[in-house]
Nanobody, 124 residues
Framework: QMQLVESGGGLVQAGGSLRLSCAASGRSFRLNAMGWFRQAPGKEREFVARITWSPGGTWYADSVKGRFTISRDNAKNTVYLQMNSLKPEDTAVYYC?????????????????WGQGTQVTVSS
């Protein structure tokens, strides 16, 4: 079993930045792809970014490409999401997830473990 805990969410003005962290416990996640998803009120959960287990290949949703950066520190069992140039439409609860394999994709069904989520609110 793996437990994931997100942190770093909050309220920020448009154009600002936040860095989300996701700490894994229970077992090492170094062999798992890690992903970030988000869910806005009244909308379905959507893929944001993914990083493979090694050497850390990344993949981003078009809506965040060039603004968000996903990274991981396997020694700390932590994955990060650096979010720059935030927009009001980025407002959502952000979830991290551990993939079933080392090369997870953009589908939520490819991820077995989920955190409880952290709220990100971007004001205009």
């Amino acid at each position: 079993q793996m437990q994931l805990v997100e942190s770093g969410g909050g309220l920020v003005q448009a154009g600002g930045s936040l860095r989300l962290s996701c700490a894994a416990s229970g077992r090492s996640f170094r062999l798992n792809a890690m992903g970030w998803f988000r869910q806005a009120p009244g909308k379905e959960r959507e893929f944001v970014a993914r990083i493979t287990w090694s050497p850390g290949g990344t993949w981003y949703a078009d809506s965040v490409k060039g603004r968000f950066t996903i990274s991981r520190d396997n020694a700390k069992n932590t994955v990060y999401l650096q979010m720059n140039s935030l927009k009001p439409e980025d407002t959502a609860v952000y979830y991290c997830a551990a993939g079933r394999t080392g090369y997870g994709g953009r589908l939520a069904t490819e991820y077995d473990y989920w955190g409880q989520g952290t709220q990100v609110t971007v004001s205009s």
